[in-house]
């Protein structure tokens, strides 16, 4: 199941958008096989150019990614989230970001962190200076709120779409239905003409027989037969057609409450 098969991807942009200018965080969302879905926002040159730009900063960046769940502290000492985008019980994707710091930072330790990477560390600590600083409990909430707004608005799409796509089937269902109650009712009235057809004969029949004698005995009781056989076709075709009109109630019923 893919988000844009289903969502307004105009609208999650805004909101994605929006939230990134009023909270000053990094945020991206990507789909459930980790391919963006979205555009970056406020991503940062300390994570995207330098540390992502460099061969270890990516495999560890890519592996708190993969891992991240909740709030949590990068590899790379910055604050990031993921949050899991979830419809009808099935993960889709996850909105991701974060990149900023809890408090101010220690220099030498993000120096460190320059040197593990094989990054320049002048370059990387006049990056980290760029960085907005937020507390934690601010960046937990933002975080969230971003999470339970994409989720809400996707489950509305999903079953906005999907909802929609029902109707139409359960409309398309009923056209059918009527069709085929008309078709019904069109055999029951055949039927009844055969019936009406085996009343006749077997009373031709019984009235040779009687005219026979003892040698029509034997085509007496194939006279009876036949007539016993139109008594049971009667009732068989009230019992049709009784049943006709109840699902013609039912259809007649659902038709009118569309309207």
Not at 201 to 208: D, G, R, T, Y
Request: with cysteine.
């Amino acid at each position: 199941m893919k988000i844009q098969d289903f969502t307004d991807m105009v609208k999650f942009e805004e909101i994605m958008s929006n939230w990134a200018k009023a909270t000053g965080l990094a945020t991206v969302a990507v789909g459930a096989d980790g391919k963006y879905i979205s555009e970056c926002y406020n991503f940062t040159d300390f994570c995207i150019k330098l540390t992502r730009g460099s061969d270890e900063g990516r495999r560890r960046c890519e592996q708190c990614d993969r891992e991240g769940k909740g709030v949590y502290h990068c590899h790379a000492g910055l604050i990031d989230f993921g949050i899991d985008l979830v419809v009808e019980g099935e993960k889709v994707g996850s909105v991701i970001g974060g990149q900023v710091l809890p408090e101010h930072p220690d220099e030498e330790k993000f120096a460190k962190v320059a040197r593990e990477l094989g990054i320049d560390e002048d370059a990387y600590l006049k990056a980290l200076d760029k960085v907005n600083v937020k507390t934690e409990e601010a960046i937990i909430a933002s975080a969230n709120l971003l999470g339970e707004v994409l989720n809400n608005f996707i489950n509305a799409e999903y079953s906005r779409k999907y909802s929609g796509k029902l109707i139409e089937s359960l409309t398309t269902g009923v056209a059918d239905c009527e069709r085929l109650v008309r078709d019904i009712q069109q055999n029951t009235a055949d039927l009844n003409r055969i019936q009406q057809r085996q009343n006749i004969l077997a009373l031709n029949a019984s009235i040779e027989a009687a005219r026979a004698g003892d040698a029509g005995k034997g085509f007496a009781v194939v006279a009876k037969e036949v007539g016993n056989l139109s008594v049971e076709s009667r009732q068989l075709n009230e019992q049709i057609s009784k049943t006709i009109d109840n699902i013609s109630h039912v259809v007649h019923n659902m038709t009118a409450s569309e309207q």
